[in-house]
């Protein structure tokens, strides 16, 4: 407010000798009298004072020019665009020459309101004014190419449909305090946000979807994650609502100013914060953390340097072993020389949000934009979200749920319950990410029945995209999203195991539904045998066909991390055909496959081979989908 009542007050210097009739001079003594003191006022950040002044201001000079300026302003600040607007056009029907000055703050405020044709006009008649300063015409052009930006915006994504309404969450969420930093778990019924308590210290808060629909009365979370010390805030929930990762400031432990942290889910809350350590964090700033649905990925912002501008976006990956990597830059398409944040993985594993004031937007505060994974890795160009989601002002945080439509963000809009509160509303249907499943299961001992931790890959079948990789808990259950419309192969290791491969056709089940795979794992022991579903022949051919080698190179990992265990390789078909020639290629089939082992350095006495024709039928040869079972190739444990 201070920059705009000295904005106000430079260009009344200017104007008095350039005035058409106004002169501020002549204007009644008591009506400036109580200006001045509104000034003040909002100089010191007492808008409601300064508003009810400047009016009985203008109940003695209705003719106050300056008056109107100034309330404009305030108007401005307070984000009443549209008040800003009338204050500005009755200042100019009063006097088009002294007030032209003004054109620029008048544009920003058309702006505000999303009359972005009207705001270009505006800003054009301000940069034809021959004696504005090189600096007022250098921000006159900025706002100029954002107004273009927005119309151009606007021809290209038409959507008359659409209809921006947030929902403010209500009582139970939001009080009388600053509630941001939405997060969600996988079903939409835990919500994890950060509240700023007595406006000084920030601590994490709950609330959970009840059946009806409404969010039960927000509670702090049980357990160590809040400090009376330090501050929390900035959080993301993992999907299965057992982890979560925030960023914590000066904290004892801390290897910067700010630094990333973890806690887990106990059955007595959340455990102490753990920071995730030098590869995470750095001597200077993380925040904004996003962990990818299979926790395999974490998204952060840093201002390390080594980046493409002041804060960039940037990905440490999670390995076998738990630990994660150095972080990875996201590279000059999501990064820019201006800074990004508030990245948000989506629970598809693909699509990814995030601010910037780097990538062409509605001002120079940073926008949300969209951007999605390609299938070589790299991301596409970002798309800015539009307007209204994106406005002249500060776009902080977005996150998505699982549906790929319900948003939820922070803003002090004007129903807001007090500062920042987090609302809800409908992503336009261009700009969401790809709806998803739920896969959830358990992998277990087959003998014992119980539960092995496990690494678990799922693979598109048709594309052999890995689309996922996740380690499950302790207990040897998992949960993970993925893109609906595919069918995905499950791969499943353990040492000690013989792995675990099977195919699920999933293109046919409904979004937002739950699809459960619980997976057995055979010990290696003797006679121990599993049955290798994604090694592929086309018809009546012994050449294994590429889908085959993602299964065969875990046989090959099986081989190497076992180095004592010989297996035999029994190829099976269907009873059409005659029985000779059902022997002859099941036999080529089982040569196949151990001629690929052998290719992979497999020693020749770990390995043999058998053709079994058309014996051993699994299933029903009279239909087709029985014969397709009985068409397989096995693996089995001679010895280990």
Known sequence: ???????????????????????????????????????????????????????????????????????????????????????????????????????????????????????????????????????????????????????DYAKNHPDKNYVFA????????????????????????????????????????????????????????PGNINSATFNEGAQNISQDGKWLIFTGCNFPQGLGSCDLYISYLTKNGWSDPENLGPNVNSEFWESTPSLSPDKRDLYFSSNV???????????????????????????????????????????DN????????????????????????????????????GYPINTIDDEGSLVVASDGKTAYYSSDRSDSKGGLDIYTFQLREDIRPLRTLWVKGHVYDAKTKKGLPSSVELTDIHSRKLMSELQTDEDGNYLITLPVGKD?????????????????????????????????????????????????????????????????????????????????????????GKPADNLALSKGRAVAVVNYLLGKGIKNERLSFKGMGETNSVADNKTEAGRALNRRTELTVVSN
């Not at 100089?43 to 009810?52: E, Q």
């Not at 930093?181 to 959970?208: H, M």
């Open 488 to 576: 995905y192969a499950f791969n499943v290791n353990r040492k000690g195991y013989l792995f675990y491969s099977e195919n699920y056709n999933m293109s046919a089940t409904a979004p937002d539904s739950t699809f459960e795979a619980d997976i057995p794992l055979q010990p290696i022991e003797a006679n121990a045998h599993i049955i290798l579903k994604n090694v592929f022949f086309d018809t009546k051919k012994t050449e294994l066909k590429p889908e085959s080698i993602t299964e065969l190179d875990n046989v090959v990992k099986l081989m190497n991390e076992n180095p004592t265990i010989k297996i035999l390789i029994s190829g099976y078909t269907d009873n059409v």
């Open 166 to 221: 947030p929902q403010n969450l209500g009582d139970s969420v939001n009080s009388k305090e600053s509630e941001y930093f939405p997060s969600l778990t996988i079903d939409g019924k835990k919500l994890i946000f950060t509240r700023r308590v007595n406006n000084t210290n920030e601590d994490f808060y709950e609330s959970d979807l009840n059946e009806n629909g409404n969010w039960s009365k927000a509670y702090p979370l």
């Open 1 to 151: 407010m201070q920059k705009a009542i000295l904005f106000f007050l430079i260009c009344n210097c200017f104007l008095q000798s350039n005035a058409q009739w106004y002169d501020p001079s002549k204007v009644d003594h008591n009506a400036n009298t109580i200006y001045n003191l509104a000034n003040n006022k909002a100089v010191n950040g007492d808008y409601t004072s300064a508003i009810k002044m400047i009016d009985e201001a203008l109940k003695i000079e209705p003719k106050f020019v300056d008056a109107y300026l100034s309330r404009a302003g305030i108007h401005a600040d307070l984000k009443n665009y549209s008040q800003a607007v009338e204050d500005f056009e009755k200042a100019f029907s009063l006097d088009s020459v002294y007030t032209n000055y003004y054109l620029l703050p008048y544009s920003i405020d058309l702006a505000g309101c999303g009359r972005f044709e009207d705001a270009l006009k505006a800003v054009n008649a301000f940069l034809a004014i021959p004696t504005i300063n090189e600096r007022s015409k250098k921000s006159g052009e900025f706002r100029k190419g954002t107004y273009e930006f927005a119309i």
């Open 305 to 347: 340097p080594g980046g493409f501008g002041g804060a960039d976006i940037w990905v440490c990956h999670r390995n076998d072993n738990g630990k994660w990597s150095e972080p990875y830059n996201l590279g000059p398409e999501i990064n820019t020389p201006g800074d990004e944040g508030t990245p948000f993985i989506h629970a």
């Open 350 to 385: 693909q699509t990814l949000f995030f601010n910037s004031n780097g990538h062409p937007g509605y001002s120079e505060k940073p926008d949300l934009f969209v951007s999605r994974k390609l299938s070589d890795g790299q991301w596409s160009k970002p798309e800015n979200l």
